[in-house]
């Protein structure tokens, strides 16, 4: 084989490997091809479907309240986006001095239709003070409200309008089925800028010992609440009402609270039905256990909670019940704080009966005590 017949075969060789090399390339591509995976852009347009879905279900429910009174205690108006400015609302300030005593403070907040016929459930502190509450519709149409009746001890409210015509009504959900790290979305009126929808994660529930309400045991979310909000629904990703939008924590961001939407129904029924909330009672004081208080009694710190006073001819005196017992479970409940007992009790229906399970002088005792209504 002479010199030209070996390069001739070199060629060859290379341009086979190329053609393979390429031909491999091709293939693999067209493997990867022919099953596409879903994207992260794909799932994150559906998730966005979801809200809006979520969205557009709920808003024809949410209205707008302004109130009008010489002590509302609402979210203020600002007269306009200036104002929201330190610098320029001290100028206004200065400027205008101090309003008069006589004007009427003008506040805003939000609400849910909870029933065709006109009854709106929204916060206490919304329409607390005001003498003329005027609610503004989906559909920008205008209706003055009446107060059905208010509960200091949750901060909810009920008011009610007269409409010509049907009104929407909200899809109210199940608070008890809430998960930690589920979706949530708040809509309201912040800041006077109607139907705002904000989105987030329900970040904690069953939170107490924040020393805002007598009765406290809100859901915590990181969707973000602004004044204006207050008294607005909170919702999941199928448009259903899972709570009442109530706070905010001052010194953080991105923590908001609502009253659940389970509390909030009974609450409105009350009102509605009676006029006030009848609240189940026992006539007992209680007590979170600290390792001293356990000790004395021969108790583990997490057994239950502690039995500080029982009420003279209170339901739990008649029942047996003596300061020092320790309560550890309601029902099938084992219970972990005070705020967890007075909730149980005070949803109880009076004329029930529950069952205690109590820890006293190292013996455990079942006691059966009817519930009473709590007095006023």
């Given at each position: 084989?002479?010199?030209?017949?070996?390069?001739?075969?070199?060629?060859?060789?290379?341009?086979?490997?190329?053609?393979?090399?390429?031909?491999?390339?091709?293939?693999?591509?067209?493997?990867?091809?022919?099953?596409?995976?879903?994207?992260?852009?794909?799932?994150?347009?559906?998730?966005?479907?979801?809200?809006?879905?979520?969205?557009?279900?709920?808003?024809?429910?949410?209205?707008?309240?302004?109130?009008?009174?010489?002590?509302?205690?609402?979210?203020?108006?600002?007269?306009?986006?200036?104002?929201?400015?330190?610098?320029?609302?001290?100028?206004?300030?200065?400027?205008?001095?101090?309003?008069?005593?006589?004007?009427?403070?003008?506040?805003?907040?939000?609400?849910?239709?909870?029933?065709?016929?006109?009854?709106?459930?929204?916060?206490?502190?919304?329409?607390?003070?005001?003498?003329?509450?005027?609610?503004?519709?989906?559909?920008?149409?205008?209706?003055?409200?009446?107060?059905?009746?208010?509960?200091?001890?949750?901060?909810?409210?009920?008011?009610?309008?007269?409409?010509?015509?049907?009104?929407?009504?909200?899809?109210?959900?199940?608070?008890?089925?809430?998960?930690?790290?589920?979706?949530?979305?708040?809509?309201?009126?912040?800041?006077?800028?109607?139907?705002?929808?904000?989105?987030?994660?329900?970040?904690?529930?069953?939170?107490?010992?924040?020393?805002?309400?007598?009765?406290?045991?809100?859901?915590?979310?990181?969707?973000?609440?602004?004044?204006?909000?207050?008294?607005?629904?909170?919702?999941?990703?199928?448009?259903?009402?899972?709570?009442?939008?109530?706070?905010?924590?001052?010194?953080?961001?991105?923590?908001?609270?609502?009253?659940?939407?389970?509390?909030?129904?009974?609450?409105?029924?009350?009102?509605?039905?009676?006029?006030?909330?009848?609240?189940?009672?026992?006539?007992?004081?209680?007590?979170?256990?600290?390792?001293?208080?356990?000790?004395?009694?021969?108790?583990?710190?997490?057994?239950?909670?502690?039995?500080?006073?029982?009420?003279?001819?209170?339901?739990?005196?008649?029942?047996?019940?003596?300061?020092?017992?320790?309560?550890?479970?309601?029902?099938?409940?084992?219970?972990?704080?005070?705020?967890?007992?007075?909730?149980?009790?005070?949803?109880?229906?009076v004329g029930s009966t529950l069952h205690l399970v109590i820890e006293r002088e190292k013996e455990t005792l079942t006691v059966s005590i009817p519930v009473a209504e709590k007095p006023e």
């Amino acid at each position: 084989m002479g010199p030209m017949t070996q390069k001739k075969g070199a060629v060859g060789v290379v341009l086979v490997g190329v053609i393979s090399f390429l031909l491999g390339v091709y293939i693999a591509g067209d493997l990867f091809h022919s099953a596409p995976q879903p994207s992260r852009a794909s799932r994150g347009e559906k998730e966005t479907s979801s809200f809006a879905q979520a969205a557009a279900l709920a808003t024809p429910a949410v209205v707008h309240i302004q109130t009008e009174g010489a002590h509302g205690e609402g979210d203020r108006r600002l007269p306009g986006p200036l104002e929201r400015d330190p610098f320029f609302r001290e100028f206004f300030e200065q400027f205008r001095g101090e309003p008069r005593r006589s004007d009427p403070e003008i506040s805003l907040g939000s609400g849910v239709i909870i029933d065709r016929r006109g009854y709106i459930l929204t916060n206490n502190h919304v329409v607390k003070g005001a003498d003329r509450i005027t609610v503004r519709l989906n559909t920008e149409k205008e209706l003055k409200a009446e107060v059905v009746g208010r509960d200091l001890k949750t901060d909810l409210a009920v008011i009610q309008v007269e409409s010509d015509q049907e009104l929407p009504e909200a899809i109210l959900g199940d608070s008890d089925q809430l998960r930690v790290g589920e979706w949530a979305l708040a809509i309201g009126n912040p800041f006077g800028l109607d139907h705002t929808v904000t989105v987030g994660v329900i970040s904690a529930t069953g939170r107490s010992e924040l020393g805002v309400l007598s009765y406290e045991n809100f859901i915590q979310t990181d969707a973000s609440i602004n004044p204006g909000n207050s008294g607005g629904p909170l919702l999941n990703v199928k448009g259903e009402v899972i709570g009442i939008n109530t706070a905010i924590a001052a010194s953080g961001q991105g923590i908001g609270f609502a009253i659940p939407i389970n509390l909030a129904k009974r609450i409105a029924r009350d009102l509605i039905v009676k006029g006030r909330v009848v609240r189940g009672w026992l006539g007992i004081g209680l007590q979170s256990l600290n390792e001293d208080l356990a000790r004395s009694l021969n108790v583990s710190p997490h057994a239950g909670i502690l039995i500080s006073h029982v009420a003279a001819q209170g339901p739990g005196a008649r029942s047996g019940l003596k300061p020092g017992d320790v309560i550890t479970t309601i029902g099938k409940r084992k219970v972990r704080t005070p705020e967890e007992v007075q909730q149980l009790v005070a949803e109880a229906a009076v004329g029930s009966t529950l069952h205690l399970v109590i820890e006293r002088e190292k013996e455990t005792l079942t006691v059966s005590i009817p519930v009473a209504e709590k007095p006023e």
